[in-house]
T-cell receptor, first 115, second 109 residues
Framework: DTAVSQTPKYLVTQMGNDKSIKCEQN?????MYWYKQDSKKFLKIMFS???????INETVPNRFSPKSPDKAHLNLHINSLELGDSAVYFC??????????????FGAGSRLTVL | GQNIDQPTEMTATEGAIVQINCTYQ??????LFWYQQHAGEAPTFLSY??LDGLEEKGRFSSFLSRSKGYSYLLLKELQMKDSASYLC??????????WGAGTKLIIKP
């Protein structure tokens, strides 16, 4: 059973389009995250939700909108896609956000290519 | 600002030992993590240090010195499958993870 699953794995689209990436975790974790990993391999936190509630919202264009229908799901919707949005987007989850030993379990990543 | 530094790339020989260093400057400290990321895959958790000293886990060990803002990951008896990127991440006083850019480790036969 996949612990953190995200779809699609690959997404190729044109500039200006709107797209969504879905994420689900079956670990019973309370906290879920979206990370962006660019070509330089830096992992940048975008959003964090704890029990459906937004707790981290880094400086991300408002074209990116997360939605958490329940604590097992955190989807990412992106409007008006730009070339610079091309990256790998990782979903992750953890037992509790505000804890030191906060081990993240990552999904396999969604590679977004904007043409 | 907050900063995590680690070498961009290292090369080592199968069967040998390699040490990957990480230095950090963060607002507070609530632990340091090492993750392994194979090309095209997700990062996976390797180790967590919050107290000074060495934590050993099989072929992998991780060391922390909080006073020096320094950690290293030690990999022994290197295998070809250890070729991957190794990411250092520090949890700051707000329990946010600050990530390094990762060290790409290349293992040669």
């Amino acid at each position: 059973d996949t612990a953190v699953s995200q779809t699609p794995k690959y997404l190729v689209t044109q500039m200006g389009n709107d797209k969504s990436i879905k994420c689900e975790q079956n670990l019973g974790h309370d906290t879920m995250y979206w990370y962006k990993q660019d070509s330089k391999k830096f992992l940048k936190i975008m959003f964090s939700y704890n029990n459906k509630e937004l707790i981290i919202n880094e400086t991300v264009p408002n074209r990116f909108s997360p939605k958490s229908p329940d604590k097992a799901h955190l989807n990412l919707h992106i409007n008006s896609l730009e070339l610079g949005d091309s990256a790998v987007y990782f979903c992750a989850s953890s037992l509790a956000g505000g804890s030191g030993a906060n081990v993240l379990t990552f999904g396999a990543g969604s590679r977004l290519t904007v043409l | 600002g907050q900063n995590i530094d680690q070498p961009t790339e290292m090369t080592a020989t199968e069967g040998a030992i390699v040490q990957i260093n990480c230095t950090y400057q963060t607002s507070g400290f609530n632990g340091l993590f090492w993750y392994q990321q194979h090309a095209g895959e997700a990062p996976t958790f390797l180790s967590y240090n919050v107290l000074d000293g060495l934590e050993e886990k099989g072929r992998f060990s991780s060391f922390l010195s909080r006073s020096k803002g320094y950690s290293y990951l030690l990999l022994k008896e290197l295998q070809m499958k250890d070729s991957a990127s190794y990411l250092c991440a520090v949890m700051d006083s707000n329990y946010q993870l600050i990530w390094g850019a990762g060290t790409k480790l290349i293992i040669k036969p």
